[in-house]
């Protein structure tokens, strides 16, 4: 834990600064020692939000290099955890809105369906496979 210092802290700060630049979270526990845990990267995450806000980040799951550090249900329970402090709405933007937005995805053209629905109060992401 504690703030996030140094050299990264200092380069995303700058980039912050940037309007148009988006930040993906990824490769989180690819660098952690064996019995990482979310304690490890929560500062980095809750520095990337202070910085950027819940809208100008992306969720990576860096799979499957995530599988060196430990498994991906165990990455995504820590990142889930790391965002806990987001409210629905916010989390599900991180998650895959964000990317959506961002690389201008038509998800429909790989067999699924990714919207945020509702108002912020209400919104959820809400994905359908199709058969």
């Known amino acids: 834990g504690g703030p996030v210092r140094g050299p990264w802290a200092e380069a995303i700060a700058?980039?912050?600064?940037?309007?148009n630049v988006h930040v993906k979270l990824s490769g989180l526990t690819t660098?952690?020692?064996?019995?990482?845990?979310?304690?490890?990267?929560?500062?980095?995450?809750e520095h990337a939000l202070d910085l950027f806000g819940s809208h100008r980040l992306i969720y990576?799951?860096?799979?499957?290099?995530?599988?060196?550090?430990?498994?991906?249900?165990?990455q995504w329970e820590a990142i889930l955890g790391a965002l806990s402090g987001l409210d629905s709405f916010e989390?599900?933007?991180?998650?895959?809105g964000n990317a959506?937005?961002?690389y201008h995805l038509d998800?429909?053209?790989?067999?699924?369906r990714f919207t945020i629905e509702g108002d912020r109060e209400?919104?959820?992401v809400v994905a359908e496979g199709e058969p």
């Open 31 to 45: 660098p952690v020692r064996p019995g990482w845990s979310e304690d490890d990267f929560r500062p980095f995450v």
């Open 14 to 19: 700058r980039l912050a600064r940037l309007d």
């Open 107 to 112: 998800v429909r053209r790989i067999g699924g």
């Open 100 to 102: 959506i937005d961002c």
């Open 91 to 96: 989390r599900d933007r991180v998650l895959g």
């Open 60 to 74: 990576g799951s860096n799979w499957p290099v995530t599988l060196v550090a430990g498994s991906y249900e165990r």
């Open 122 to 124: 209400t919104a959820g």
